[in-house]
């Protein structure tokens, strides 16, 4: 909101402050003064003059149309060269003389043009920056002083604030609110033009209001309006420094009402208008061309202003073409209406269509203002155009404003400092409540402040209109900390734990799309479904992490990284839970009944840990071998662990793929992706991925009770390779499992090292050679020990999986 000094300063003509001094004032009270923007300070030596006489100078034409003047400046003569044609003789002008200079340091000197001589220069309201563009010469009122300072007589030296304006602070979108604030910042009077007399309702135009969406609607109407009369000097210039575009007088008079008192206007041509106005929503098929030019559909949530013909405009957004005013024009309809935020918010979104209206409705406007905003620009339009004010019709179905308690003493409270009841009542007067009562308030919010909404925003305006510099700064004596719980720790054991084996964590949002499910054949997890998605295409809350991992490790080979190892830990939405029959009023906090079905509710959120691989790890293509023992590896820092089993899932090959197991339930998955998914989402082949549910890791790791640190032994380890021949349908995790479990204490690791298949070994069969590292904590071992433990574990083998020593 750019606000100029001088217009805030109708408001409070007593402040005296300069613009600096009222932007740090401003800031102080809360409000984001972003700058201060200084005009017309580059303008100088130009004046008022009179057109003496005017020649057209014949010789150039057709082709250009240059005409020679004498214009006095009240002190002499002055001979001008000049192409404009809207001016005669006798017009008073503003006239920039030798040396003067222009906005933009354009420097007028004396100067040879056409064969004449140019001693000056007729100014248009462009060259001065009263407007962007011009068509002619700015003629000025025929009262206007010969010889006095242009810049002193059209306003053109002010100063602007250029304001941030955050979502709860919408009364300041206009002068008004902002000269408001300035007022109780300084201490001075505020003059209140939203106050005024409004006309009687009677021989109004008919209005109806069909949706609770709108519950006030002044319509006023005039006739004999005059198309062509132009907006006054002083409105133009003030719409320019505001940020705005002049463009039609009823265009600029409803402009420049919402800018100084915040209540948008709309003005429809009256002829044009077909029956009677009903604000209602939109019904199956119909259409509406706005005043952009574009044909909209109507969603049947847009609030709109109609007629018997249709839709004439989206309320409080934009309104439509076919009633918008022509230069044929002779009859108006000034609407001004109270619409509902929330359904402005939507029809604007859902259409892309910000507009300033809309800006305004969004963050709330008075809903006070109608009839005197409405007042306002009736009164501008007769005074510019002769017009004739014929008709009010004021339709209200305002609720009452709601009464709020506040005790006088929680401003001290929660500012941790004393307000005495005189400053709490004397600052929520200021702000324009009303105010009853005394260890208990009673406080009637104004309409221009729709915020207020309970005990915590007047305590927040009482502390900031105090200053929130005035707050004490101490550091509040911290509770005994309670530290991390034990699921927490855990987790974070974890996450170091994939760090550890070599992978980069990523944090990614939850977000996918259903092409993406569907290609991992994840679609039987029932994601749920993002009613306001972000992106259309990714509305979908993830039922997996390995959709987003896949996408995290496609973006980073097509950036050159081609080996890849990533992690993340988050959580995943599956099912969509149980609808509650109704929802808990936010006045009070839920019951525990409520919790319970708000609970129900929700979609089962389990934590996941997902890891993809992809290029070369350790010298070599990434296996899924290497996603099992990641896995593996982080359940035995957790102190649990898992065992391996066969698995056909998709998206994974199907001999390819292994199922993590605890206590004989899968918990998670490791596999190759199967190469149609890998082409289908432009993956590079043999691409790994894994997924386990950490909560029940973690939920294991808890039962088992608090981890012990594991024993160190300072004794050198004895490693021993022993190849079992087994079955083809004997899992590798099995056989292992029964070496640990014959081996005894003495042993510290086991791994598969190598799988044979061949004809030799004999059909059905392979081979799996292991790594036996076996270790005392307090002592070296000697080769009996070793050999012992060794052939205790082939021996339990041979008894749970019918495992012949390879080569005996």
């Given at each position: 909101?750019?606000?100029?000094?001088?217009?805030?300063?109708?408001?409070?003509?007593?402040?005296?402050?300069?613009?600096?001094?009222?932007?740090?004032?401003?800031?102080?009270?809360?409000?984001?003064?972003e700058?201060?923007?200084?005009?017309?300070?580059?303008?100088?030596?130009?004046?008022?003059?009179r057109?003496?006489?005017?020649?057209?100078?014949?010789?150039?034409?057709?082709?250009?149309?240059?005409?020679?003047?004498?214009?006095?400046?009240?002190?002499?003569?002055?001979d001008?060269?000049?192409?404009?044609?809207?001016?005669?003789?006798?017009?008073?002008?503003p006239?920039?003389?030798?040396?003067?200079?222009?906005?933009?340091?354009?420097?007028?000197?004396?100067?040879?043009?056409?064969?004449?001589?140019?001693?000056?220069?007729?100014?248009?309201?462009?060259?001065?920056?009263?407007?962007?563009?011009?068509?002619?010469?700015?003629v000025?009122?025929?009262?206007?002083?010969?010889?006095?300072?242009v810049?002193?007589?059209?306003?053109?030296?002010?100063?602007?604030?250029?304001?941030?304006?955050?979502?709860?602070?919408?009364?300041?979108?206009?002068?008004?609110?902002?000269?408001?604030?300035?007022?109780?910042?300084?201490?001075?009077?505020?003059?209140?033009?939203?106050?005024?007399?409004?006309?009687?309702?009677?021989?109004?135009?008919?209005?109806?209001?069909?949706?609770?969406?709108?519950?006030?609607?002044?319509?006023?109407?005039?006739?004999?309006?005059?198309?062509?009369?132009?907006?006054?000097?002083?409105?133009?210039?003030?719409?320019?420094?505001?940020?705005?575009?002049?463009?039609?007088?009823?265009?600029?008079?409803?402009?420049?009402?919402?800018?100084?008192?915040?209540?948008?206007?709309?003005?429809?041509?009256?002829?044009?208008?077909?029956?009677?106005?009903?604000?209602?929503?939109?019904?199956?098929?119909?259409?509406?061309?706005?005043?952009?030019?574009?044909?909209?559909?109507?969603?049947?949530?847009?609030?709109?202003?109609?007629?018997?013909?249709?839709?004439?405009?989206?309320?409080?957004?934009?309104?439509?073409?076919?009633?918008?005013?022509?230069?044929?024009?002779?009859?108006?309809?000034?609407?001004?209406?109270?619409?509902?935020?929330?359904?402005?918010?939507?029809?604007?979104?859902?259409?892309?269509?910000?507009?300033?209206?809309?800006?305004?409705?969004?963050?709330?406007?008075?809903?006070?203002?109608?009839?005197?905003?409405?007042?306002?620009?009736?009164?501008?339009?007769?005074?510019?155009?002769?017009?004739?004010?014929?008709?009010?019709?004021?339709?209200?179905?305002?609720?009452?404003?709601?009464?709020?308690?506040?005790?006088?003493?929680?401003?001290?409270?929660?500012?941790g400092?004393?307000?005495?009841?005189?400053?709490?009542?004397?600052?929520?007067?200021?702000?324009?409540?009303?105010?009853?009562?005394?260890?208990?308030?009673?406080?009637?919010?104004?309409?221009?402040?729709?915020?207020?909404t309970?005990?915590?925003?007047?305590?927040?305006?009482?502390?900031?209109?105090?200053?929130?510099?005035?707050?004490?700064?101490?550091?509040?004596?911290?509770?005994?900390?309670?530290?991390?719980?034990?699921?927490?720790?855990?987790?974070?054991?974890?996450?170091?734990?994939?760090?550890?084996?070599?992978?980069?964590?990523?944090?990614?949002?939850?977000?996918?799309?259903?092409?993406?499910?569907?290609?991992?054949?994840?679609?039987?997890?029932?994601?749920?479904?993002?009613?306001?998605?972000?992106?259309?295409?990714?509305?979908?809350?993830?039922?997996?992490?390995?959709?987003?991992?896949?996408?995290?490790?496609?973006?980073?080979?097509?950036?050159?990284?081609?080996?890849?190892?990533l992690?993340?830990?988050?959580?995943?939405?599956?099912g969509?839970?149980?609808?509650?029959a109704?929802?808990?009023?936010?006045?009070?906090?839920?019951?525990?009944?409520?919790?319970?079905?708000?609970?129900?509710?929700?979609?089962?959120?389990?934590?996941?840990?997902?890891?993809?691989?992809?290029?070369?790890?350790?010298?070599?293509?990434?296996?899924?071998?290497?996603?099992?023992?990641?896995?593996?590896?982080?359940?035995?820092?957790?102190?649990?662990?898992?065992?391996?089993?066969?698995?056909?899932?998709?998206?994974?090959?199907?001999?390819?793929?292994a199922?993590m197991?605890?206590?004989?339930?899968?918990?998670?998955?490791?596999?190759?992706?199967?190469?149609?998914?890998?082409?289908?989402?432009g993956?590079?082949?043999?691409?790994?991925?894994?997924?386990?549910?950490?909560?029940?890791?973690?939920?294991?790791?808890?039962?088992?009770?608090?981890?012990?640190?594991?024993?160190?032994?300072?004794?050198?380890?004895?490693?021993v390779?022993?190849?079992?021949?087994?079955?083809?349908?004997?899992?590798?995790?099995?056989?292992?499992a029964?070496?640990?479990?014959?081996?005894?204490?003495?042993?510290?690791?086991?791994?598969?090292?190598?799988v044979?298949?061949?004809?030799?070994?004999?059909?059905?069969?392979?081979?799996?050679?292991?790594?036996?590292?076996?270790?005392?904590?307090?002592?070296?071992?000697?080769?009996?020990?070793?050999?012992?433990?060794?052939?205790?574990?082939?021996?339990?083998a041979?008894?749970?999986?019918?495992?012949?020593?390879?080569?005996?």
């Amino acid at each position: 909101m750019r606000v100029p000094v001088s217009w805030l300063r109708t408001y409070v003509p007593t402040l005296t402050a300069t613009a600096d001094e009222i932007a740090t004032a401003l800031i102080r009270a809360g409000l984001e003064v972003e700058q201060v923007h200084r005009y017309g300070e580059d303008v100088r030596n130009v004046v008022v003059g009179r057109v003496v006489d005017v020649e057209e100078l014949t010789e150039f034409l057709p082709k250009k149309t240059i005409r020679f003047c004498h214009v006095d400046s009240g002190t002499r003569v002055h001979d001008v060269v000049c192409g404009a044609q809207n001016f005669v003789a006798g017009d008073l002008v503003p006239f920039a003389l030798p040396g003067a200079s222009l906005p933009g340091g354009f420097e007028i000197a004396t100067r040879q043009t056409y064969g004449r001589t140019s001693d000056g220069m007729i100014c248009s309201e462009a060259e001065l920056r009263l407007a962007e563009t011009s068509a002619g010469i700015l003629v000025l009122p025929p009262d206007s002083p010969l010889g006095v300072d242009v810049v002193e007589l059209l306003g053109l030296r002010d100063e602007v604030l250029d304001i941030a304006v955050t979502p709860d602070r919408g009364y300041t979108l206009s002068v008004r609110g902002v000269a408001r604030e300035a007022a109780t910042a300084f201490g001075v009077a505020f003059e209140d033009a939203g106050l005024r007399d409004v006309p009687a309702v009677g021989e109004g135009y008919e209005v109806r209001l069909e949706d609770p969406g709108c519950d006030r609607y002044v319509a006023r109407t005039l006739t004999g309006f005059d198309p062509s009369a132009p907006s006054p000097a002083w409105m133009k210039r003030r719409l320019v420094l505001a940020g705005m575009r002049p463009i039609s007088l009823a265009v600029d008079v409803t402009n420049h009402v919402m800018l100084d008192l915040g209540q948008p206007l709309h003005a429809f041509d009256l002829a044009t208008l077909q029956g009677p106005v009903v604000v209602r929503r939109a019904r199956p098929g119909e259409r509406l061309t706005t005043l952009d030019d574009q044909d909209r559909a109507l969603h049947p949530g847009d609030l709109l202003i109609t007629d018997d013909s249709g839709p004439l405009g989206l309320a409080g957004v934009m309104g439509g073409a076919s009633t918008e005013i022509s230069p044929s024009t002779t009859s108006i309809l000034i609407e001004a209406a109270h619409f509902e935020p929330a359904s402005v918010t939507r029809t604007a979104r859902r259409h892309r269509l910000p507009s300033e209206a809309s800006k305004r409705f969004e963050r709330g406007v008075d809903q006070d203002l109608a009839a005197a905003a409405a007042e306002v620009a009736v009164q501008l339009l007769v005074a510019a155009t002769g017009a004739k004010a014929v008709g009010v019709t004021d339709v209200d179905n305002r609720a009452p404003r709601p009464l709020l308690r506040l005790p006088v003493d929680k401003p001290g409270q929660v500012a941790g400092r004393s307000y005495t009841p005189e400053q709490v009542t004397r600052r929520l007067r200021e702000v324009g409540c009303v105010v009853e009562g005394d260890a208990v308030l009673q406080v009637t919010p104004p309409g221009w402040r729709p915020d207020l909404t309970g005990a915590a925003e007047l305590v927040e305006e009482v502390i900031r209109l105090e200053g929130y510099d005035t707050v004490p700064v101490a550091l509040p004596t911290a509770p005994a900390g309670r530290g991390l719980t034990e699921g927490q720790r855990r987790r974070r054991t974890a996450s170091r734990a994939l760090a550890s084996a070599g992978l980069v964590e990523v944090v990614l949002p939850p977000f996918v799309s259903a092409t993406t499910v569907e290609a991992l054949g994840q679609a039987h997890h029932a994601a749920p479904t993002v009613l306001n998605p972000l992106s259309e295409e990714e509305a979908l809350l993830r039922p997996s992490l390995l959709p987003g991992l896949l996408a995290a490790l496609l973006r980073n080979v097509g950036r050159g990284l081609p080996d890849v190892a990533l992690y993340e830990i988050g959580s995943v939405f599956r099912g969509v839970g149980i609808p509650v029959a109704e929802v808990p009023k936010t006045s009070q906090r839920p019951s525990a009944d409520e919790l319970v079905a708000l609970d129900a509710a929700l979609p089962a959120q389990p934590r996941m840990a997902g890891l993809v691989l992809a290029g070369r790890r350790g010298g070599r293509p990434a296996e899924v071998t290497d996603a099992v023992e990641v896995l593996v590896s982080v359940a035995a820092s957790l102190g649990v662990q898992l065992t391996v089993g066969r698995e056909t899932q998709a998206p994974f090959h199907p001999g390819r793929c292994a199922a993590m197991l605890l206590d004989g339930s899968a918990i998670g998955v490791a596999g190759e992706l199967h190469p149609r998914v890998a082409a289908l989402l432009g993956l590079p082949a043999r691409t790994v991925a894994a997924e386990i549910d950490l909560d029940a890791l973690v939920g294991a790791a808890v039962a088992m009770g608090p981890a012990t640190a594991p024993v160190v032994s300072a004794y050198p380890p004895s490693s021993v390779d022993v190849a079992l021949v087994v079955d083809g349908s004997v899992l590798s995790g099995d056989v292992a499992a029964s070496l640990r479990a014959g081996a005894g204490a003495l042993l510290e690791s086991v791994r598969l090292f190598d799988v044979y298949t061949g004809p030799q070994l004999g059909e059905g069969k392979r081979s799996l050679a292991y790594a036996l590292r076996f270790r005392a904590p307090d002592r070296t071992l000697t080769d009996p020990e070793v050999l012992g433990a060794r052939d205790a574990a082939v021996a339990q083998a041979a008894t749970d999986h019918g495992a012949v020593l390879r080569g005996a």
